[in-house]
């Protein structure tokens, strides 16, 4: 898979490095914190499943040299507007928790290959956990405008860490809530919640981020009942653009592996393919 | 001619700036058009096809990162077919990047790739990742000056020689590449270090030891800038933590006649281009006609302040 | 005997926590008690008086610092007269740091300071600034044994040597210095660097080249603990770049038995304090009975994700 | 010259690390900036002519890793106040210029040996360029506290430049500014004004900073005419409490030549003993 070395002339670049003016950085609830940016129209024209490098501030505490992939929760070309999803775990995470309205932060952006959405790709299952929902959130918004059906099944810890469920159902999903504290999460569970519905005829394709046990139950049902999907994956990143080979990750291709760069090739890779 | 045209040996180069091996690919052409700068650095690559190292391949440091990315290669023959000719396009020096385990396949490997479109070959004789415990050709002078001969006697392309600041004798080391035939000197490569997380316990790097890079290394590659410049008669490239055009001086007044950019461009990956245009108004700004005119400009300072002659002993 | 209290071979220490060669003097004493370090190491010192370099002797860097002090020292009789007075007020092992040109010199040196009051001597074998061009026995195995062994010869007193990151070949001098009767290694030096003042275009420092010291330079102090660990039976005492709890604990995962803190005190002469109290905390807090059951266990990576068996050519 | 081999027991700390709070950091002239904190009062039992050392804040431009060392402009114990006046000249001194009010600031002091005042200098002369101004203020303070009479000299490029001129007048100083603009500051106008005064058997004792060329004048009044004196002096620091070493300068001494650490045997030192 070479993405680039064909590459259009004349030059037209493909993402940027931008100031975005943060608008608002709030608590969404004890994990997570919401980030909007005001962002100029040059790192605007995303696609769902894309993502970002933030440059995290440098504090008292903490100095994140590495800038910090984060996923697009959504993007709003008109309105010049940006949004992220985060969950406070270190340095980089603390660093932009520290953000106030009005400060500036270095974004580059949009990166990587967004989700795909053939037109016979109709009923959709959307499946994802934790953070997992930043990333499949601006997927449910295109899937709404394209007039897909949606199902969301959103995974927790406990019901009240389940973020965004009023926002995939004003995309018109049905959404499912499925948690730790009631065991509802477990994936066999969940197993048998999606195979009602393959055999209801609602299921044309998966979409999932967030857990790779709930994507290896996902690669099973798809194998056994014929069903494409796509998987959004993490990986440890240094310079989000393809160039130094820290992102790899090993997927399935034909009968062997590859290493695949989850940063270009990336992040959202063919379900079927993925090795977890 | 421009006030930042720069000679490396033979070659001239547009300017003094280019990419640090392994840290730029097409894929910065998504950002800026690449034929801007002074040369283009690619990737190491071995002859034969190798995976590279397990993740984690990065972390974070103070002022700096480390990797062990472990030169995963697509081999020769996706060199020659599907690389080369992508950057044919490019009217910028193409300076290719090799390495190998022996003396031997290190020299077929710069015979193979002594082909038109190539400017030059760096030798990465220095990557910490390849060998055990970090060693590598560019440790010790003798086996510097051994693969040298043999790089030598495979090419008449400049041969650039990446060295290692894991070294106590880098003096020698450069003389050793100096004496068997090298045309440039690249100072430097990644700096071994290691890094553990406290939760876990594990090392940070899938392969436990890596590679540092980004400005904590800066005064190192420095000092050996400083130390190839004024004990051989090559051309030096400095390399290691540059990313400002203070930092690109320092580099040119240290006797370097070009630079490398790696890590810099990870954080902002117009780094070059802002190094480019900040050089040209710098040397605009003073009336100075060319970068030459700064090159190893380094002064040595007269001892400041009076120093007492004798040794009597010192008040505490 | 508490949580803190560590072994050093045969030596039984307090606690961990001690402060480096050359950044601690009485004058500590005006900040807090000296009396609850885990050792008092002193400035290293030689025979002869001497002056010490030129200034600027210190500058400032990314994530760290560096200095060209030069070993300036008052001589043994000061030493013997002045100095150890002072320090047999405090119940602290006294860690007296010696150097010297010569074989000879250096045992004769070591002899000198066998004295009471003197519970161990760390011979700075490794310091940059004295030798031509930053090289020093540490640089390489066979003038470590040589060195080592002399000075084994010449006391009786455990034998700390602080070896230097300046080397290519950081296990095999490890391991002569264990051969030659070393009792513990210190890890580390400070690395070789340079740094320009563009304006001037003159050397930061007075002596050209100096000592990277500080967070800049703990990943490779890091790394050459945990290569000495690994790779000798002898207690390991880390140095460099340490300034946190976390950058401790790495150290002690790593298979240090002890810590010297330097640099870290100069930004904040309380640092070994709050070290010494964050250890405690960390250890209790987890039911740790002792600072040696976190020596040495850091745990080696399965191959995280899973990797491909063969070597087919790789995706782009 | 050993200060401190022989220290009283129990212990007593000389100096703390604190943190102070900026009441007011303005800029005074073009070159010079007055920091005014809120500081605790272990670390007011100050003398004229000692020193801290700051520990400048990292910004996104600059991040000096080492204190700095900045004379202290003023001190009063009573209002829990502690002054600065700095020139902003690098990557430190540009941090503290970036620190507003309520901002935290830590301190490391107060370091050093201040300025001495026997009994037998009633006249004093004080001599100061550019900065130096700051050093002599305390002692200014100080003396017009023991009812001593002062002369001061200010140096300055250009008139507009001589700061604290009215708090020395304050202090009751006969002040006298030379500029290089009308050529007064040159050493032989300002050795032909002292001389006068001299003559009039108006000086016991030198005190200056700031300037060394001014500094040579003066020894040479002092020793053709027998007037003692004190030189505050600088030197690039890392420690700034004795232990490093980095900040010695060359004293005479009897016969010889000694080195004094200007952190702990200075920043005072006797005129006479200056090598400059
Ligand atoms: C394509 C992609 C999209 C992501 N989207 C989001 C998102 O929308 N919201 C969110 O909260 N997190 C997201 N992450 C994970 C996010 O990058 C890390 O959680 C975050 O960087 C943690 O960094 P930290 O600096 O706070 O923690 P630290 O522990 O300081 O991170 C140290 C290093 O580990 C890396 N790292 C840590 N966790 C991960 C991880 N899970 N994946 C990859 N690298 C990691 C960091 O980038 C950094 O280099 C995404 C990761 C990737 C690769
Ligand atoms: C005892 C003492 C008292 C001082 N009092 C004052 C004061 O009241 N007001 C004021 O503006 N300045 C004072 N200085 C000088 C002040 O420390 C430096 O001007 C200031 O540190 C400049 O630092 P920077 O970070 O802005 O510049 P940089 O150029 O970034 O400084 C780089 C390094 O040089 C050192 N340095 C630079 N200039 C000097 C200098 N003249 N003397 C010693 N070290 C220097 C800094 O400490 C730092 O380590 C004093 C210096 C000393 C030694
Ligand atoms: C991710 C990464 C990969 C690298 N790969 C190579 C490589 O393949 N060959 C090589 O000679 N140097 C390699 N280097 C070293 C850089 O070329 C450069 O020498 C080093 O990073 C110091 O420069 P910097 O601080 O500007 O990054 C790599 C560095 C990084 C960070
Ligand atoms: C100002 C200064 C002086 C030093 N002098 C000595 C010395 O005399 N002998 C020695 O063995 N190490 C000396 N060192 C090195 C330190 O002991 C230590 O090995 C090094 O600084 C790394 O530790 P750090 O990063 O905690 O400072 C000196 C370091 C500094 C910064
Ligand atoms: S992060 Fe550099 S290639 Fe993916
Ligand atoms: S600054 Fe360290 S001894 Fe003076």
Redesign the pocket.
Known sequence: MTVCLDRPEPFVPRCAEATGVVRENTAVNGDYRLLVLDAPAQVLDCRPGQ?FQLL?PVTGEDQ?F?R????I?DYDAAAGELR???????????GLASLRPGDGLNVLGPL?QGFSMPDDWQNLMLVARG?GL??LAPLARTAHGLGRRLTAICSARAPELAMSVDLFRSYGAEVIVVTDTDGSSHPEAVRSLIEARIESGAVDAFYTCGSYRLARMLQDLGAKHGIPGEI?V????ACGLGMCQA?VRPFREGAGTVHRR??REG?VFPLSELIA | MTRLTTRIGAMTLANPIMPASGTFTEDLADVFDLGVLGAHVLKTFTAEPRMGNPTPR???LSAGMMNAIGIPSKGLDHFLTRTLPFWRRYDVPLVVSISAHSHDDFARLAAAVSVPGVAAIEANISCPNIEADGRAFAVRADSTGQVVAHLRRATDLPLWVKLSPNTGEPVEVAQAAEAAGADALVMANTLLGMAIDVETRQPRLGNVMGGISGPAIKPVALRMTYQAATNTRLPVIGCGGISTLNDVLEFLIAGATAVQVGTATFQSPTTMLRLLDGLDDWLAARGIASVADICGTVSLPAVSPPMPAAMPPLAS
């Open positions: 993502f995290c994140p590495l910090r992939p984060m996923s929760y992220f999803l985060y969950k406070v775990t270190g340095a980089g995470t603390r990587g953070v930043a990333t959004a993490e990986q440890q990143m992102c989850v940063c992040p | 990065v972390c974070d």
